[in-house]
């Protein structure tokens, strides 16, 4: 499965930006699909996921109340919605496919990068002050 990340860009502090991501494989359906960042010079970090019917989100505290992250299986596509976007929020970000079909998973499990086996190119974006 291919996945591709887009939708990133350059805006202000307390914007919004709508992340995308598409798959190829009609069976994106039946996976989880993480959101992760990776900022300069820092490792990549876990930032949101949903399960494979969507009735199972999670999202790291940074983001918590801020980001949105949601799935219309029929266009296989997964979104993270981002709202009041902050500098620290400047990073490359990557979707990913869960490695098993049909988990519910917890958010230890989601947050692992190991339990995801196809990830997309990433989308840069940047928060300006």
């Known amino acids: 499965v291919q996945l591709q990340a887009s939708g990133g860009g350059l805006v202000q502090a307390g914007d919004s930006l709508r992340l995308s991501c598409t798959a190829s494989a009609r069976t994106f359906a039946n996976y989880g699909v993480g959101w992760f960042r990776q900022a300069p010079g820092k490792g990549r970090e876990f930032v949101a996921s949903?399960?494979?019917?969507?009735?199972?989100?999670y999202y790291t505290d940074s983001v918590d109340g801020r980001f949105t992250v949601s799935r219309d299986n029929a266009k296989n596509t997964v979104s993270l919605q981002m709202n009041n976007l902050k500098p620290e929020d400047t990073a490359v970000y990557y979707c990913?496919?869960?490695?098993?079909?049909?988990?519910?998973?917890?958010?230890?499990?989601?947050?692992?990068?190991?339990?995801?086996?196809?990830w997309g190119q990433g989308t840069q974006v940047t928060v300006s002050s």
């Open positions: 990913a496919r869960g490695r098993t079909s049909y988990v519910a998973g917890s958010y230890p499990y989601w947050s692992d990068r190991n339990n995801y086996d196809a």
């Open positions: 949903t399960n494979w019917n969507g009735d199972r989100t």
